[in-house]
């Protein structure tokens, strides 16, 4: 169990928010289209679970698939990041289970691949035929974007925390280990106390403890709620006495506290330019099938409709 001080996400969440962020209406239509090559075609191993593989290439393929938010904010989360590697493992391990059991060749699923495959096809089709130019959106049009959302842009604040972290395996240890974070509290709380040296030495977080504590830069959200109120009233410099927590007793350093900003244009620029594409590709595309419908005559049959919509109920 991860004893960071920001809420840990499961393997399918993360994986969802992954599919979600790429899939999402607005975004390229065909981007579940791409193919993604399988490991062991001449790239790098990157992770393996059992037989199944991913190397270098498949992640690269897998990162293109993205939105470029969605992509920085794996990059920039390695917990987040190992943990959508072990669920698409995951995945290819039940795929292959799935295959062994002949499971493809259901009718259902059989079915289901049909109508999949039929929406792949249509959708990088009118991806092709409805194509944004690659001059759009110019900097006059990406600025005006920025200035009519500015409002929306906030950066939260962000929090530098460090911590000496106690595990309290059961119940009747509570009281011990509470008497040793009090001891270390107050150690840390001296004037001449090296709490990274402390946390090295003490903190049984090994995802923080060699780095003397720190756990990096983060909004409030992204903490234990446990320890998030303590953390705001804080003042930089300053060390908490225990909090506890489901995973044990945290004491808080606060070494750093950026305050909440609005984005700058710059950090807007990528995430703006493919909402506006994303804006003219769905309205090119919306505009493409109308006008199918004003060159084409369309007729229902509507006994034959009704007696469908009858043998449903």
Known sequence: MSRKLWAGVGALAVLA???????????????????????GQGGTELASLGEQKIDAEELKALFAQLPVQARQQLSNDRPALETWIRARLAEKALYQQAEAKGWSKRPEVQAQTRAATEQIVLRSYLNSVTAVPQDYPSDEELKQAYENGKAGFQVPALYRVSQIFLAVPDEN???????????????????????????????????????????????????????????????????????????GLHIIKLTEQMPART????????????ALRAQRQEQAAKDYVAGMFNTASLTIDGKVLNQVVEAEK
Do not use: C, H, I
């Open 17 to 39: 928010l992954a599919v979600g962020l790429a899939l999402r209406p607005g975004t390229d239509p065909v981007a579940a289209s791409r193919a993604v090559p399988e490991a």
């Open 173 to 247: 240890a509570l009281e011990s280990v509470r008497k040793q974070a009090l001891s270390l509290a107050k150690r840390a709380q001296a004037g001449d106390a090296d709490f990274a040296e402390l946390a090295r030495s003490y903190s049984q977080d090994a995802g923080s403890n060699t780095r003397g504590g720190d756990t990096g830069l983060q909004p409030l959200n992204q903490l234990l709620p446990e320890v998030r109120g303590t953390v705001a009233k804080m003042k930089v410099g300053s060390v908490s006495e225990p909090l506890q927590s489901s995973l």
């Open 263 to 274: 984005a700058t244009f710059d950090e807007m620029r990528a995430q703006l330019r493919d």
